[in-house]
């Protein structure tokens, strides 16, 4: 291997020795790549619980009754907290904290994030939140039951799951969220645009870290959205003042509110709630086109437009928001603006499944379990595309609007798809952070349980949606209009989330057994060409480049360049000056950031 | 070759069991025949993007698979392709949005000579007021409410005393004649929702939010809650019957006028009627 490098003058005295002792070593540890094994952790964790609340909640929809702790009110908590935390504490954490935080100082040729002690923190108050939220469990009255949205006035008044405690300790775990994704962004972004090595351009980022990175800016903009609003909210439940109140008379008691508006919370909700969608779609955008192009030894088809796209997209995201309240009762005008804006986004984000489409053809593509978690992503997402240019486009929304077709769709494509690309993640990157591989027939086994359940469980679905059938339901008693075979495919997809959730399991055995037992992996096993799988030592050493930084001279997507010997060529391979102009614009292209 | 199978299995299952699905819309009750156009529109383009590409896909997992010895071609960019790629899918793109913005301008805009009723929401019932001989609604608020006075009307607006209360959560409307649904809630977030009208919006507490359509066909259909609203939610349900003229005027004479509602005779002064609720209710304005 090329080992081409300069030396790095700036080692300073906190990478220059490693920390001594278990504790220094793993527990307050500055080093991005334990920060982020106890960020994936903790996500995994607590990931799981809202595994399983969803078998919960599926057994009293596919057989009501079956299960006598899931009572109306325990219901609407395991909805709430389910949905919070997948999308919040699992999703966000994971690709940012977790992802984020390996990849980036790795990927860019750096030794750490700029800030390490501010992204230490950054993970113990990711914890504290977590314990907060997990606390509420433990409260009287248990946690908010107000829905992932938390609505006001319902999330604060009585008939609500938790109005005494949960919803208090939710704010507040969301609010101290925000402080801990803040300092871990602005680590990720200040150390994209100032530490990357040698040569390492901007349009030579791979695409995981302009997914990533793209994805921290969003977040920067859009977490201040949802900090304020749980704030007010909070000052609304404390204080009695009315941000989000009018006046109201709860179950017989007219309460002192007066004037606020509840609408104004749900814009500031989903002007945070729709860039958060693409927050963690677009780290999985990018993982998944380094996937792709690895496994299909092929480069990314069309760099420039992928990343003009992720560009284009996390601009849109700002100006899309109120197509989650069609029918919320705001200005109808505003439904033409938001309609507009909404299915102009699907252009981008169409070429982005153009490009790994392309990217497949005249491939060589090795079926690997990272591969095909990426096709599984496509599929998913490409379905759950679909169903939302239904909810985007305003009339159409109206009949779908509050239906199990609405749980289809963000199912499909921030759910379920965003999962599949992490388990594609760290089936790839599982190698450099243990130095094993993950056992290739558990993993298979995994995989085809999860993308055939997922879809089974969640097709389905969309055609609940246009019977009709509301979501968010406790029950569906003595409605009319809904089919005995509608209560049949609801039985049906509880059994196949069952048994999703149960080869998850599997995964974590998978994950644990091959840490000690796996096969030793090698530096490269995948025969990658960005930086991190050039690394001196695997798993990579505090400082993660020993001595020398490595020096970029290429994109990241020198797969099967003609005339090379072999099928890749790593990004701190120096060009070799016998095989002159191999790879034409893209390299040249490279302007300075 | 097997997973280039497989994803292709899926998607043809996918599409046959689109279209031999029984899970399908409620027959359709009202004038809103254009949603469920611009649905089908919608439905037909998103489903052949999706079978055509994902097939695609599948072709090329089977067909370039790793074999040994086997190189991939190096092409980082085609331009024309992109480009056609982006005017294609922007064509598609359009053919969607403008049927749909045609049809949002038709839902949001009351026609000339509809009927007015207001559906109010409160955890976790429906009650209903129509605005009486004069058609207009009388002015009402949530902070005026009180057991006599279960709307909030205001005692000092003529228009209100007139207005007809429909308590019990059902709900009759004449076939034909379009309606606008005014709606209010005193407490949380509701929705109004009619399967089979396809129309649904929010009720906000603080404001009013309204909604249209013309009910074609009669029949009893039933009203559910589509916002989440609280433990009962999935118990907020009401009834719609949908009648003709003569059924319906008869109904709607059974059912009290704001001013009967108080014990009053209806052309008893309006004052005595304000110092009344204000005496019992102590709901000041
Ligand atoms: C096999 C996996 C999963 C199953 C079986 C499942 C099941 C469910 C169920 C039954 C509901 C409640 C539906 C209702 O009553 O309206 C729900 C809601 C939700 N789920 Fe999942 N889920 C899964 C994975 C995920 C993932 C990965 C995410 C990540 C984004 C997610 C996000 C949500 C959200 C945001 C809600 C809405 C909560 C609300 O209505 O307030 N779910 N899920
Ligand atoms: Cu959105
Ligand atoms: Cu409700």
């Given at each position: 291997m090329a080992q081409t490098a300069f030396v790095d003058e700036g080692l300073d005295h906190e990478h220059g020795h490693e920390p001594q002792g278990f504790i220094a070593k793993y527990i307050w540890s500055q080093d991005h790549k334990v920060i982020a094994i106890q960020y994936t952790l903790t996500a995994i964790a607590v990931g799981l619980l809202a595994l399983v609340m969803s078998w919960l909640m599926r057994m009293q929809i596919g057989f009501p009754g079956s299960l006598e702790m899931v009572d109306q009110e325990r219901y609407y908590q395991f909805v709430t907290m389910h949905g919070m935390i997948m999308v919040i504490y699992l999703l966000t954490a994971l690709f940012l904290g977790g992802f984020g935080n390996y990849l980036i100082p790795l990927m860019i040729g750096a030794r750490d994030m700029v800030f390490p002690y501010v992204n230490m923190l950054s993970y113990w108050t990711y914890l504290l939140s977590v314990l907060v939220l997990v606390a509420s469990f433990f409260v009287p009255g248990g946690p908010t039951g107000a829905g992932w949205t938390l609505y006001p006035p319902q999330a604060i008044l009585p008939g609500t799951p938790g109005r005494d405690w949960g919803i208090i300790l939710m704010l507040v775990s969301l609010v101290i969220f925000v402080a801990a994704f803040t300092m871990g962004g602005l680590n990720y972004i200040t150390t994209v645009l100032q530490a990357r090595t040698r040569g390492m351009t901007m349009m030579r980022l791979p695409l995981t870290v302009w997914g990533i990175f793209v994805a921290t800016v969003l977040g920067l903009l859009a977490f201040p959205a949802l900090f304020v609003s749980g704030v007010m909210m909070l000052l609304d439940r404390l204080l009695g003042t009315s941000f989000f109140m009018p006046a109201v008379l709860s179950q017989g008691e007219m309460l002192e509110y007066s004037g606020g508006s509840p609408l104004l919370f749900q814009h500031l909700f989903w002007f945070f709630g729709h860039p958060e969608v693409y927050i963690v779609a677009l780290p999985g955008f990018g993982i998944v086109s380094d996937l792709i192009s690895t496994h299909a030894r092929k480069n990314i088809f069309g760099y420039r437009m992928m990343v003009w796209a992720i560009l284009a997209i996390g601009g849109l995201s700002f100006v899309v928001w109120a197509h989650h309240m069609y029918v919320s009762g705001m200005n109808p005008y505003f439904g033409f603006f938001f309609a507009f804006t909404t299915l102009i986004i699907a252009i981008p984000t169409a070429i982005k499944v153009y490009n790994w489409v392309l990217t497949l053809w005249r491939g060589d593509i090795h079926l690997t379990v990272p591969m095909l978690f990426s096709l599984a992503f496509i599929l998913t997402f490409v379905a759950g595309g679909m169903s939302g240019l239904f909810l985007g486009n305003v009339v159409v929304d109206v009949p779908l609007s509050d239906t199990y077709f609405v749980v289809a769709h963000f199912h499909m494509v921030m759910g379920v798809a965003p999962i599949l690309v992490i388990f594609g993640g760290l089936y790839h990157w599982y190698p450099k952070v243990t130095g094993r591989m993950l056992n290739d027939t558990l993993g298979k086994i995994h995989f085809w349980i999860t993308f055939l359940g997922t879809y089974a469980i969640f097709f389905p679905m969309h055609y609940l949606g246009f019977v009709g059938i509301p979501r968010r339901y406790f029950e569906f008693e003595g409605i009319a209009f809904i089919p005995d075979s509608a209560h049949l495919l609801n039985e049906w997809i509880t059994i196949a989330a069952l048994v999703v959730g149960a080869a998850q399991f599997l995964f974590l055995f998978n994950l644990a057994w091959s840490a000690v037992r796996g096969r030793p992996s090698g530096a490269n096993p995948w025969r990658s060409t960005t930086l991190e799988w050039q690394t001196p030592e695997t798993p990579p050493?505090?400082?993660?480049?020993?001595?020398r930084l490595p020096i970029v001279y290429r994109w990241a997507y020198d797969f099967s360049?003609?005339?090379?010997?072999?099928d890749y060529i790593p990004q701190n391979r120096p060009p070799e000056r016998d095989a002159p102009g191999l790879h034409g614009s893209l390299r040249a292209e490279g302007a300075a950031p | 070759m097997a997973v280039g199978v497989i994803l292709a299995a899926l998607v043809v299952g996918s599409v046959i069991f689109s279209l031999l699905s029984p899970w399908w819309f409620t027959p359709l009750a009202s004038n809103w025949g254009t949603i469920d156009d611009t649905l089908i529109i919608t439905f037909v383009i998103t489903g052949a993007v999706f079978a055509v590409l994902m097939l695609f896909m599948a072709y090329a997992v089977a067909r370039f698979r790793h074999r040994d010895g086997a190189r991939a071609d190096y092409e980082p960019e085609n331009r024309r392709l992109e480009l056609w790629l982006t005017g294609a899918t922007s064509v598609g793109i359009a053919a969607m949005l403008a049927p749909g913005l045609i049809v949002w301008n038709d839902f949001i805009r009351v026609p000339e000579g509809a009927s007015t009723v207001e559906a109010l929401g409160q955890q976790w019932s429906w009650s209903f007021r129509f605005p009486g001989a004069d058609g207009v609604l009388g002015t009402a608020d949530t902070s005026r409410i009180t057991a006599e006075n279960p709307f909030g009307l205001d005692p000092d607006d003529p228009r209100g005393r007139d207005d007809v209360l429909v308590s019990g959560g059902e709900l009759h409307l004449p076939a034909g004649t379009p309606v606008k649904v005014v709606l209010r809630s005193t407490d949380v977030l509701h929705n109004f929702y009619v399967p089979q009208f396809r129309a649904k919006m929010d009720l906000v507490p603080g404001m009013v939010s309204y909604f249209w359509f013309t009910p074609e066909k009669t029949g009893t259909y039933e009203i559910l809650c589509a916002e989440l609203c609280g433990v009962g939610h999935s118990l907020m349900r009401g009834t719609v019957v949908v009648e003709d003229e003569g059924t319906f005027r008869p109904w709607l004479e059974q059912n009290p006028t704001f001013a009967q509602s108080l014990g009053?005779?209806?052309?008893?002064?309006v004052a005595e009627i304000r110092d009344e609720v204000q005496g019992e209710g102590g709901a000041e304005p």
């Open positions: 050493g505090h400082g993660n480049w020993g001595a360049v003609p005339g090379a010997a072999e | 009053r005779r209806p052309e008893q002064d």
